[in-house]
């Protein structure tokens, strides 16, 4: 195994080894300061973090208007909060060692008031924060002006490229490095483009070696790529270090770190990782954001893989292709193909009798109770998203102008819930799908190891 030295990250010289920021909850200032606490990089979620009372209790996110755009304001409110809060724990856990970064979804409606407020308020707390699920612009502006160093999460030297010419040229001193986050590999929301096949990995030497090229080109030599999606043993990866065509390097773990004593994921979701097997996370697209995610296939994940193979077009009005009657209520008949009114008719029979179309001219079938549920969930959006497939809100302009997707899932309440000791079966569960060697690493088998005994184990290769 090749020594890992340290190197300079956010202004100090720590190991290049990074906690990656899991949000809702599911990375804290309780894990981030532990991992500075070891000279390295700890990294909490700025996605509607916990706040504390005056006696250390944490406090509910609660909302009191009735109108989603209130509402989103007091999302924003609240998370600024619980940054702050973040914060300060995780600068008192590490002792002033190491680097403490936030995470920031970009595509989280309000994420540049949340980001400005809470730097503007997090003086000497904060030394980093790393951003993706877009194309963060305004990043490099606003982490300037704070003198806080920023990290784009990219899947490509061409995402990059467009992010350099367009903003981060004009603020190089506070470029902190380049994070590759492999699309394939990454738990939670993954950089998937268009031009990209799902099913079709490729492995990352080639696209960190173009992104090398391409940040040296711009005269970036000196600052690091960090390595994030699929990390679990460095002995993987030590082709990549001290390799001259990729440079400076770090690596980002965001699986392995959710097991360990100072993560504040439910013991129960901690036990479920352990006994997983490869295949048990699976990418999709059911996020309401558009993009593709990884996650625990479990009963949340199993029921929208139901609905989704369970769907079937329509038209309003009858034609040679579309010739079955399909009667959705005593006033709504629309047309399906022949050949799908078996499939629509078992699934009524099973209970799902609630027809729902889609925004693409499709219904799903839903039980009685689920579509009670998916109304009230869409009545109780708080604005979360810049803007949301589920709920049709749009931070600019209030809506989408779009139906609903009943094929998708209010994600604000199910991670909420999974990270405050919900279920572990009825919510989703973002994990890398890596998840599965959890179950053979010896450093698990005689229980939960702390985050020094994590670091400790990571610095040996395995």
Known sequence: MKNLNPIMISGKEVFPLIEGGKGINASDG?????????????????????YYD?????????????????????????????????????????????????????????????LTGVLEKAKGLINGVTCGAGLPYNLGEIASKFGVYYYPIISSARAFQVLWKRAYNRFVEYL???????????????????????????TPYARLVELRSTMNALGLQE???????????????????????????????GTRPMITKESPISDAWKNLMLKLKQGDVILQKFSPTGFFSSAIKNTFLSRLIDRKQGEVEFVKEANDEFSHAFKMSETKTVYIRPQDAEKANNQIVAGYSEAVVTPDSTLVFLTPDEWVQMKEDRKNCVGCLS??????????????????????????????????????????????????????????????PSVKELIERIKTGK
């Open 176 to 202: 902190g490095g380049v994070v590759y986050e492999d699309p394939w590999l990454a738990g939670g929301h993954n950089g998937l483009s268009n031009a990209e096949n799902p099913n079709e990995p490729q």
């Open 54 to 114: 005056e006696n250390g209790n944490v406090i509910r996110e609660h909302y009191e208007h009735r109108d989603r755009a209130s509402r989103h304001l007091e999302m924003v409110e609240q998370s600024i909060k619980g940054c702050l809060a973040q914060a300060q724990v995780a600068h008192e856990v590490s002792g002033g060692n190491g680097r403490i970064h936030m995470n920031m979804l970009w595509e989280l409606a309000g994420s540049q008031q949340i």
């Open 223 to 253: 600052k690091p790529i960090i390595l994030a999606g699929g990390i679990w043993a460095l002995e993987d990866w030590q082709d990549y270090i001290d390799n001259p065509e990729i440079g400076k390097i770090a690596f980002q773990f």
């Open 30 to 50: 309780r894990s981030s300061g532990a991992w500075a606490k070891e000279n390295c990089v700890g990294t909490f979620s700025g996605v509607s973090p916990d």
């Open 387 to 448: 803007q949301c497939q589920f709920s049709s809100w749009s931070q600019a302009k209030g809506t989408t102008g779009r139906l609903p997707d009943p094929r998708s899932y209010c994600i604000h309440k199910t991670l909420y819930d999974v990270s405050h000791n919900g279920s572990i079966i009825d919510n989703l569960l973002f994990a890398g799908h890596q998840v599965y060697r959890f179950a053979t690493d010896p450093l698990y088998r005689n229980g939960v």
